[in-house]
C-alpha cells in the first residue's frame, strides 16, 4: 500500500495513515505483559499446562501481528470486568478471550487468503491442547472460541451450565467492542488490520473489508446480543461502520494517481 494513503479521522482534523508493507506493528510493553499476568492470568494459571503462556505470547506477540495482538486481548480482559455481573462463568469467558485469536495468520501456504474459520478452529484446537479444565468446561471454552467464525450468526450448540447462552452472547459482543471506539482508535485499528494483509493489494483489501462492515452494519440489533452491550455500543459502532464504509468506497473510486489525496475528515 502507498504510505500516503489515509483514512479521515475525526474530531481534530488530524489524518491517520495506512501502514504500506514496510510499517512495524505495534509490540506490547513489558508493562503490559506484566500487567495482564497480574490482573488476569494468575487467577487462570491453575487451569493450564505450565506451557500455556509461552504459547499464548508466542501468538499474540508475533511481529506479523497488529489488531490481533496482545492489546486486543487487555481490552477484552478490562471490559469483561466491567460487565462480570452479568456472567455465569467469567473465568471461562476470561479464557476464551486468551485464546480466541492464539493462532492467527491471514495467508495460507498456497499464498491465499488463510480463512477465519481455520484460524478460529485453530486456536481453540491450540487451547484443548493446553487446558486443564474439566471436560464440561473445556468444551464449553472450546464453543465460546468456535463461535467466533461468525459473530453474528453464532448460536449456542448446548447449554453447557446454566447461563451459557448468555455468556456467548456476552463474549461476542466484547469482541466486537471495538467497532464502538472512538473514532480514532477505530481507524487506528483499521491500520492495523491494514498491516497484517499487507501482502494484499490495495483494491482487494479495501473490498473485502467493505463487504465485512457492512455485514456487521446489517447485522443492526443482533451486532450486540445483550441489552446492556447494545446500549453501551450499538449506536457508537453503527455511526463508525457507515462512516469508515464511506471512505472506504471513496478511496476505491480514487484514480491510482490520485490515491494521494486526503479524503475529507471526519467532524466530531
Known amino acids: 500500500m502507498s504510505p500516503a494513503a489515509v483514512i479521515p479521522v475525526c474530531p481534530d482534523d488530524q489524518i491517520a495513515t495506512v501502514p504500506s508493507t514496510e510499517s512495524p506493528a505495534p509490540r506490547s510493553s513489558s ?16 487451569s493450564h499446562k505450565p506451557s500455556a503462556w509461552d504459547a499464548l505470547d ?13 492489546e486486543h486481548i487487555a481490552d477484552l480482559l478490562e471490559k469483561l470486568n466491567g460487565f462480570q455481573a452479568l456472567s455465569a462463568k467469567p473465568a471461562l469467558i476470561a479464557t476464551a478471550i486468551f485464546w480466541h485469536d492464539s493462532v ?9 487468503r ?4 481455520e484460524n478460529v478452529r485453530d486456536s481453540a484446537e491450540l ?11 473445556a468444551a464449553a471454552v472450546h464453543e465460546l472460541i468456535m463461535a467466533t467464525a461468525d459473530h453474528t ?8 451450565y446454566d ?10 459482543d466484547l469482541d466486537l467492542s471495538p467497532l464502538a471506539a472512538p473514532w480514532k482508535i477505530f481507524a487506528a485499528n483499521l491500520e492495523h488490520i491494514r498491516f497484517e494483509f499487507a501482502w494484499v493489494p490495495e483494491p482487494e483489501f479495501y473490498t473485502s ?11 443492526d440489533a443482533r451486532l450486540f446480543r445483550r441489552a446492556e452491550t447494545r446500549k453501551k455500543w450499538l449506536a457508537a459502532a453503527k455511526d463508525n461502520l457507515k462512516f469508515c464504509i464511506v471512505a472506504l468506497r471513496a478511496k476505491l473510486a480514487l484514480e491510482p494517481a490520485d490515491r494521494d489525496t486526503p479524503a475529507p475528515a471526519r467532524s466530531a
Open 31 to 46: 508493562a503490559m505483559l506484566d500487567e495482564i499476568i497480574r490482573k488476569h492470568w494468575r487467577s487462570l494459571e491453575a
Open 58 to 70: 508466542g501468538g499474540y506477540g508475533d511481529a506479523r501481528r497488529a489488531y490481533h495482538g496482545w
Open 104 to 112: 492467527y495468520a491471514t495467508q495460507a501456504p498456497d499464498g491465499g
Open 114 to 117: 488463510r480463512s477465519d474459520l
Open 127 to 137: 487451547f484443548l491442547r493446553h487446558t486443564l479444565l474439566n471436560a464440561d468446561d
Open 153 to 160: 450468526r453464532a448460536e449456542a450448540r448446548k447449554e453447557h
Open 163 to 172: 447461563g451459557f447462552a448468555g455468556d456467548l452472547d456476552l463474549f461476542l
Open 209 to 219: 473489508q467493505i463487504g465485512m462492515l457492512e455485514g456487521y452494519l446489517n447485522a
